[in-house]
């Protein structure tokens, strides 16, 4: 999943939903994409248990370990991939795409596994089954377009431009969530006795 986050910061074209913050945030202060993403989901974890109140499974801590493998995979792979070539468009749109794919096969196998997931994932999780009773892929596009919002709007106060949100953006939030619940749908039969 790391792959698929350091994959549309490096297409330029606009980075996925759960890198747009944190790559917004990247651009205003001296601190990497991974470190914010980590923070940004210590959050959500927070969130989750606020939510989920006496129901939180204390399980689901094991989201912390998770994500700071995460973070610093994303650094990583952005450092590791920095040299792909994005010089025409096409190339771009195809690492895009790539990371996209990438992204929402990562979620739709954590949601198949139903064991510990990223906190942002996890929250989507929780607000699809708990607060509004929705589908989880449906919850996770709006949850996607949300944080491009709030990057957006970040990025406008203390940038005055829009950085990191483009196309790319806008695709990924559209797709990742359907990538990962087809995903999680055409493999359940892996779950099945």
Not at 140 to 167: N, P, Q
Request: charge should be neutral; hydrophobic fraction near 60%.
């Amino acid at each position: 999943m790391g792959l698929g986050v350091a994959l549309s910061v490096i297409a330029s074209l606009g980075t996925s939903p759960i890198s747009c913050f944190p790559y917004v945030v990247s651009e205003i202060l001296p601190v990497s994409v991974g470190t914010v993403t980590f923070i940004m989901n210590f959050i959500f974890l927070l969130a989750q248990i606020a939510i989920l109140k006496k129901d939180f499974n204390p399980w689901q801590v094991l989201q912390l370990p998770a994500l700071l493998v995460f973070s610093a995979c994303i650094d990583w792979n952005i450092m590791m991939f920095s040299w792909l070539p994005i010089d025409t468009y096409l190339l771009q749109i195809i690492w895009m795409l790539a990371g996209c794919l990438i992204l929402g096969t990562g979620i739709g196998l954590l949601l198949l596994a139903d064991y510990v997931m990223m906190p942002a994932d996890y929250l989507s999780r929780t607000i699809a089954s708990v607060v509004v009773k929705k589908d989880f892929g449906k919850v996770k596009v709006a949850f996607d377009v949300t944080l491009v919002c709030i990057a957006a709007v970040t990025s406008l106060v203390f940038l005055h431009e829009i950085v990191g949100i483009r196309e790319g953006s806008l695709i990924a939030a559209l797709t990742v969530g359907i990538i990962a619940r087809t995903v999680a749908a055409k493999l359940s039969f892996l779950l099945k006795n």
